[in-house]
């Protein structure tokens, strides 16, 4: 499949959040944006092994809420997004992966875009149902090597982190109608062609 590469300026800059919950296949899809809108890839659990694997004290403070399955402080989160984002100002545009996870994760951002007139264009969420959420956690848990993929109670806790704390992430969207829903479960290409045509629509 070929796509067209979008170009914008910095003006028309288009920032995507790109929402679900754990195995709901954002990361599939988030490489198939980037290479249609040409966006820049910013997720947080990147920037996670980043610090990591340069062995600062935040990427192990990071790593160790990652295996519990549990939401990363906002302030350790929201300092790194930042500092991504001024080293990439001239970018065509950023693509949201896992951030923001809660309410006031959203809000810090949107202040931070908005102060520098680059503001969230929308957010494109992807929605499974639970079960199959679960499956496909464990499935990709034979590959992965990743504990919270492969032990029942993280899969749990991860989930229920989600429609707990960073759920109401949607509602904050929607509130500003800048909110579309994509069904994820279906063809990949298929389900592709549903978020194109949510993308296309916040321009």
Do not use: W
């Amino acid at each position: 499949m070929s796509f067209c590469i979008y170009h914008f300026n910095s003006q028309e800059m288009l920032n995507i959040v790109l929402f679900g919950p754990p195995g709901a296949g954002k990361g599939t899809q988030s490489e198939k944006i980037i290479e249609k809108y040409n966006l820049l890839h910013l997720s947080t659990g990147d920037l996670f092994r980043k610090h990591l694997t340069e062995g600062t004290e935040l990427g192990v403070l990071a790593k160790r809420y990652i295996n519990e399955g549990m939401l990363v402080p906002d302030a350790v989160v929201i300092g790194m997004v930042e500092d991504k984002i001024n080293e990439n100002l001239t970018a065509n545009g950023f693509i949201f992966d896992g951030f923001p996870r809660t309410v006031t994760q959203a809000e810090a951002l949107d202040n931070m875009l908005n102060a520098k007139n680059l503001p969230i264009s929308g957010m494109v969420a992807l929605e499974v149902e639970e079960e199959e959420l679960k499956r496909r956690i464990r499935e990709r848990g034979k590959t992965s090597g990743r504990a919270d993929d492969q032990e029942e109670d993280k899969i749990n806790t991860r989930i229920k982190v989600y429609y707990d704390e960073t759920l109401p992430v949607a509602e904050f969207y929607k509130n500003q109608g800048k909110f579309k829903g994509i069904y994820g479960i279906g063809e990949i290409d298929y389900i592709f062609e549903q978020i194109s045509d949510a993308i296309d629509s916040f321009r």
